[in-house]
Every structure is written in structure tokens, then in C-alpha cells.
């Protein structure tokens, strides 16, 4: 009995000289997630912008105590925006770093690589910016979620307005991997429904430094409006050149919720002015959610923020998860995810459909106004994300033939 006393006390000491307290004891365990995204090259914005949203989110969450006691760590690796060093440093995140979620990659075609290697391991896997649509469809995995609007969500958003408002004569210009493919094929899909008519399709390969050998044939099709697919420096190099050769004054331009970061806009405001596009995120959206989003993100980093603000969500969202889950097990997670909804997100509330873990979210389109993205008009979400289609081919059918109106 005095032993068992005497330890009571000596334990009572050790506490209050703060040898055992509780927080020290939390402050040993961690838990580490993967920031995967392209740091130079094309793409190099997206991935920059990435990995600052996810900061956010893990100071944020950390100041607040975490996930189930640990400190979040987060470790960041470069895509090269290409399919294999994507995958080998999805390998290293997981099998080395043991990461529990994996946002990322950047490109449509690396995020599909990775989505291999996360099924494979059954890793939580958040994607917050790539939207070729085989990711909810042909690729899809229990461990996979999104909240990035794929092609066709923006396609079924985007090509109303342009039927209605812009032209119905429309060429389609894409870059020639995954993600303009994919936006090229869903875009054409939705207009021809709506009775809009696509004069010409083509696609540049990813990197172009010269699209003039392209112009001619776009200027002999005479489109009410021009529909580009493209992203990053690709999307700068694109704009300046259609507006030398003036083809920025002669067609309407309509693209891609990604083909700019709102923070590429000032610098080709003229060349971009009256540019249309559908997005889930401005920060000249008066939206409250979007407001108090900006405020916080701006004065943290002195910038402005952007789409990619969707990777903070992803962190969000899974700590949440793994919070309800009372656990890190990916199966466990992935669970709690299926038609999980959030109150706290860029844009305020946001849920995942069950069915293909696609988040359904309201969107509007934008038009660039002397270099800021202004909101237009208000979509919901539930308007464009279609209907399941986990295991279909979505191209299926499909054809690049043009089909001539009388």
C-alpha cells in the first residue's frame, strides 16, 4: 500500500513539473500526408499553389490539435508534370514516408498513374485540380476522391452558356494529352446536344511554343466563339499569340476552369479581356465563404488565391474522416468519406456523392474583366455533375468527326 502511494505522489510530481503532461506526449506522435504536384515546368503555378493550400490547412488543423492526437506533417514531391516520376514518387510517399493521404498529382496524366499506385497500396487519394473524366469512371478506386469539376461538369455548365449567349458556331482548340482531350471530347459532347455546331477541332502538343501553324485553319472554320483547352504557360504562350495575330478581337474566347491561375490574369489582361470560363473559386467572388477564404489565405502568403484552393479541402476532408473513423486505416477513412459533407471548405459547404466520390459543388462562370475573374452566373452543382458512370467508358461513341449543318 505505501508503494502504491508513493507512486501516486511521484507521478503527481512528474505532472506538475510537466514530465508526463499530456500535450508533450501528443507532440511525439505525427501523421504524414503527401504533396504531389509539378514545381517547374508547365505546370509549375498549380503545384506552387498546391502546396500552399495544403499548408494552410495543416497549420490550421494543427493549431487546433491535430488528427487523433498527431501533428500532421506534410512532405512535398515533384510530379515533373510526367506519368513515371509521378508514380516513383508516389511509391516513395507511401512505402518510405508512410503518408496516409496522397493529394495530387497535377496533369490528368499523372494523376492517373498515381491512381494505380494508391489503389494498389490503398492509400486515401485527393484530387483537387486534374479532370480528365476517366478518373470517375474507367480509373475509379474505392480510395480516389475529387473535388475538382471534371471535363464533363464543366462542359455541362459551359456549353449552355455559350449556345445561349456567345455563338453557336464554335472550333475547339485542345491541348494533346489527357486533360484537353478529355475536355475537348465532353465540351463537344454538350454543345452538339444543345444544338450548338463545332467547325473544327485540333490539338497542339503540350509544351507548344508556337501555335501560329495552327491559326490558319481556325481562321478559315470563322467560329462564333473559340473553345480552348489548355493550362499553364501553354495557356500564356496561347493568349499572347492570338492576340498579336488579332484573333482575340475577332472570336469570342470561352476555356477551362484551369487554363489561367487568377494570378497569370493581370499580366495579359488585354489579350484575356471578355474570356469566358466555369470555376468553383474566385477571389472576386462577393460570395461570403469565397471572401473569408481569400482574406485568410492573402494574409498569409500576400497573394490572392485561386482554384487550387480545393487541395485545402482534401486535407480537410480526410482529417474529418479519419476524426469520425477513430482511425488512419484507408478503408476505414474511405468509408466515412462516401457522401460526407463539409460545412468549412473554400466555398462553404461541400458533399461527396457517394456513388463515384465526385464532390457536388456550385459553380459559376466567370468573365475576365480587366484581369480578375468576375462572377456572371450561378450553377449548381447538382445541374452539372451528370450521372454515375464508375466502370463505363466515356468514350465510347465518341467521334472527332465534324458534323456538317446545312
Same mark, same amino acid.
Given at each position: 500500500?505505501?508503494?502504491?502511494?508513493?507512486?501516486?505522489?511521484?507521478?503527481?510530481?512528474?505532472?506538475?513539473?510537466?514530465?508526463?503532461?499530456?500535450?508533450?506526449?501528443?507532440?511525439?506522435?505525427?501523421?504524414?500526408?503527401?504533396?504531389?504536384?509539378?514545381?517547374?515546368?508547365?505546370?509549375?503555378?498549380?503545384?506552387? /499553389?498546391?502546396?500552399? &493550400?495544403?499548408?494552410?490547412? =495543416?497549420?490550421?488543423?494543427?493549431?487546433?490539435?491535430?488528427?487523433?492526437?498527431?501533428?500532421?506533417?506534410?512532405?512535398?514531391?515533384?510530379?515533373?508534370?510526367?506519368?513515371?516520376?509521378?508514380?516513383?514518387?508516389?511509391?516513395? $510517399?507511401? $512505402?518510405?514516408?508512410?503518408? @496516409?493521404?496522397? =493529394?495530387?498529382? =497535377?496533369?490528368?496524366?499523372?494523376?492517373?498513374?498515381?491512381?494505380?499506385?494508391?489503389?494498389?497500396?490503398?492509400?486515401?487519394?485527393?484530387?483537387?485540380?486534374?479532370?480528365?473524366?476517366?478518373?470517375?469512371?474507367?480509373?475509379?478506386?474505392? !480510395?480516389?476522391?475529387?473535388?475538382?469539376?471534371?471535363?464533363?461538369?464543366?462542359?455541362?455548365?459551359?456549353? %449552355?452558356?455559350?449556345?445561349? @449567349?456567345?455563338?453557336?458556331?464554335?472550333?475547339?482548340?485542345?491541348?494533346?494529352?489527357?486533360?484537353?482531350?478529355?475536355?475537348?471530347?465532353?465540351? %463537344?459532347?454538350?454543345?452538339?446536344?444543345?444544338?450548338?455546331?463545332?467547325?473544327?477541332?485540333?490539338?497542339?502538343?503540350?509544351?507548344?511554343?508556337? &501555335?501560329?501553324?495552327?491559326?490558319?485553319?481556325?481562321?478559315?472554320?470563322?467560329?462564333?466563339?473559340?473553345?480552348?483547352?489548355?493550362?499553364?504557360?501553354?495557356?500564356?504562350?496561347?493568349?499572347?499569340?492570338?492576340?498579336? +495575330?488579332?484573333?482575340?478581337?475577332?472570336?469570342?474566347?470561352?476555356?477551362?476552369?484551369? #487554363? $489561367?491561375?487568377?494570378?497569370?490574369?493581370?499580366?495579359?489582361?488585354?489579350?484575356?479581356?471578355?474570356?469566358?470560363?466555369?470555376? !468553383?473559386?474566385?477571389? /472576386?467572388?462577393?460570395? %461570403?465563404?469565397?471572401?473569408? #477564404?481569400?482574406?485568410?489565405?492573402?494574409?498569409? #502568403?500576400?497573394?490572392?488565391?485561386?482554384?487550387?484552393?480545393?487541395?485545402?479541402?482534401?486535407?480537410?476532408?480526410?482529417?474529418?474522416?479519419?476524426? @469520425?473513423?477513430?482511425?488512419?486505416?484507408?478503408?476505414?477513412?474511405?468509408? =466515412?468519406?462516401?457522401?460526407?459533407?463539409?460545412?468549412?471548405? !473554400?466555398?462553404?459547404?461541400?458533399?461527396?456523392?457517394?456513388?463515384?466520390?465526385?464532390?457536388?459543388?456550385?459553380? !459559376?462562370?466567370?468573365?475576365?474583366?480587366?484581369?480578375?475573374?468576375?462572377?456572371?452566373?450561378?450553377?449548381?452543382? @447538382?445541374?452539372?455533375?451528370?450521372?454515375?458512370?464508375?466502370?463505363?467508358?466515356?468514350?465510347?461513341? +465518341?467521334?472527332?468527326?465534324? %458534323?456538317?449543318?446545312?
Amino acid at each position: 500500500m505505501k508503494r502504491l502511494t508513493w507512486l501516486v505522489v511521484l507521478a503527481a510530481l512528474l505532472v506538475a513539473g510537466g514530465f508526463l503532461a499530456a500535450p508533450a506526449l501528443s507532440q511525439s506522435k505525427v501523421v504524414k500526408i503527401g504533396d504531389l504536384g509539378s514545381k517547374v515546368g508547365v505546370f509549375e503555378g498549380y503545384g506552387k /499553389y498546391q502546396t500552399m &493550400f495544403m499548408q494552410m490547412a =495543416v497549420e490550421e488543423l494543427n493549431a487546433k490539435g491535430g488528427v487523433l492526437g498527431h501533428k500532421i506533417e506534410m512532405i512535398s514531391e515533384d510530379d515533373e508534370t510526367k506519368p513515371a516520376p509521378a508514380v516513383r514518387k508516389a511509391e516513395k $510517399l507511401i $512505402l518510405q514516408d508512410d503518408v @496516409k493521404l496522397i =493529394v495530387g498529382a =497535377v496533369s490528368s496524366g499523372a494523376t492517373m498513374a498515381v491512381m494505380d499506385v494508391t489503389k494498389k497500396h490503398k492509400t486515401i487519394h485527393w484530387n483537387s485540380v486534374s479532370c480528365a473524366e476517366f478518373m470517375r469512371t474507367t480509373k475509379f478506386h474505392k !480510395h480516389y476522391f475529387s473535388n475538382q469539376p471534371d471535363s464533363r461538369m464543366q462542359a455541362n455548365g459551359l456549353a %449552355k452558356y455559350i449556345v445561349d @449567349k456567345m455563338g453557336k458556331k464554335v472550333y475547339i482548340f485542345y491541348t494533346d494529352y489527357a486533360m484537353g482531350q478529355s475536355d475537348g471530347r465532353q465540351f %463537344k459532347t454538350a454543345l452538339e446536344k444543345l444544338g450548338g455546331e463545332v467547325v473544327g477541332v485540333a490539338g497542339a502538343p503540350l509544351d507548344t511554343k508556337d &501555335f501560329s501553324p495552327w491559326f490558319g485553319a481556325i481562321n478559315q472554320a470563322n467560329p462564333d466563339v473559340l473553345f480552348v483547352a489548355f493550362a499553364g504557360t501553354d495557356s500564356l504562350r496561347l493568349m499572347t499569340q492570338l492576340h498579336s +495575330f488579332g484573333m482575340t478581337k475577332k472570336y469570342k474566347l470561352a476555356g477551362i476552369d484551369c #487554363f $489561367l491561375l487568377q494570378q497569370d490574369l493581370p499580366a495579359i489582361a488585354e489579350p484575356m479581356e471578355g474570356f469566358v470560363q466555369l470555376a !468553383h473559386y474566385s477571389p /472576386y467572388n462577393p460570395d %461570403k465563404h469565397m471572401q473569408a #477564404f481569400n482574406e485568410r489565405f492573402k494574409k498569409k #502568403f500576400n497573394v490572392e488565391g485561386n482554384i487550387m484552393a480545393g487541395a485545402y479541402d482534401g486535407v480537410l476532408f480526410w482529417a474529418a474522416a479519419a476524426e @469520425k473513423a477513430k482511425s488512419f486505416d484507408a478503408d476505414k477513412v474511405a468509408a =466515412v468519406l462516401e457522401g460526407m459533407c463539409l460545412d468549412n471548405t !473554400h466555398i462553404g459547404k461541400q458533399c461527396i456523392r457517394k456513388e463515384d466520390h465526385q464532390v457536388v459543388m456550385d459553380m !459559376h462562370l466567370y468573365q475576365v474583366k480587366s484581369g480578375k475573374n468576375l462572377p456572371i452566373a450561378r450553377l449548381e452543382g @447538382k445541374d452539372t455533375i451528370g450521372e454515375p458512370m464508375v466502370g463505363k467508358d466515356p468514350v465510347e461513341g +465518341f467521334s472527332w468527326e465534324i %458534323k456538317k449543318k446545312n
